[in-house]
T-cell receptor, first 118, second 111 residues
Framework: GAVVSQHPSRVICKSGTSVKIECRSL??????MFWYRQFPKQSLMLMAT?????????EQGVEKDKFLINHASLTLSTLTVTSAHPEDSSFYIC??????????????FGPGTRLTVT | TQLLEQSPQFLSIQEGENLTVYCNSS?????LQWYRQEPGEGPVLLVT?????EVKKLKRLTFQFGDARKDSSLHITAAQPGDTGLYLC???????????FGKGTKLSVIP
């Protein structure tokens, strides 16, 4: 199997506070994890690539000081939204890469975290 | 930048009808994946296609990868209400783990 969990599933926080979201690969090791955000009725937008033991690579336009990513082990990556503002409210989804059976690699997604900043 | 054009964006059909969703790009992908996403949940991997011309079947779903590995299609036969959801195609470029997503096709199957 390839199960990825996320915690929490929903979080409401006040503007100016920080929120940490955890992403875990439960039954496989993932050297690479990805963080996406998804706005209503839109597709997934890649925010950053997280590699175990090294600094994350952020996509253009994503503030690395605002969205802190830590990939401390082969099964855990965390995303911390610092000094959250209402415009940060979104659906955050992580994925973990696992070598595919037919070659290449496959990404398995977590269930997502709904962040609401009030 | 690799782009994936997915069409149609919205599709509403009656139960029992057939449908096809398309993903097209000017870029070559080393592999292409199809996902289905329910509201408030993460995407669930349906299939990965790797070889040009490859056809894979998953019950009533048929996935095809173009010969040049630039396009793919998803065909659903005799659609059922349980097929309702957002279908996403995503391609992986050569030497990369990153996925390039299409904009998605929101499918509604009416009983």
């Amino acid at each position: 199997g390839a199960v990825v969990s996320q915690h929490p599933s929903r979080v409401i926080c006040k503007s100016g506070t920080s929120v940490k979201i955890e992403c875990r690969s439960l039954d496989f090791q993932a050297t690479t994890m990805f963080w996406y955000r998804q706005f209503p009725k839109q597709s997934l937008m890649l925010m950053a690539t997280s590699n175990e033991g090294s600094k994350a690579t952020y996509e253009q336009g994503v503030e690395k000081d605002k969205f802190l990513i830590n990939h401390a082990s082969l099964t855990l990556s965390t995303l911390t939204v610092t000094s959250a503002h209402p415009e940060d409210s979104s659906f955050y989804i992580c994925s973990a890469t696992k070598p595919g059976l037919a070659g290449g690699s496959e990404q398995y997604f977590g269930p997502g975290t709904r962040l609401t900043v009030t | 930048t690799q782009l994936l054009e997915q069409s149609p964006q919205f599709l509403s059909i009656q139960e029992g009808e057939n449908l096809t969703v398309y993903c097209n790009s000017s870029s070559v992908f080393s592999s292409l994946q199809w996902y289905r996403q329910e509201p408030g949940e993460g995407p669930v991997l349906l299939v990965t296609v790797v070889t040009g011309g490859e056809v894979k079947k998953l019950k009533r779903l048929t996935f095809q990868f173009g010969d040049a590995r630039k396009d793919s299609s998803l065909h659903i036969t005799a659609a059922q209400p349980g097929d309702t959801g957002l279908y996403l195609c995503a391609g992986v470029g050569a030497g990369s783990y990153q996925l390039t997503f299409g904009k998605g096709t929101k499918l509604s199957v009416i009983p």
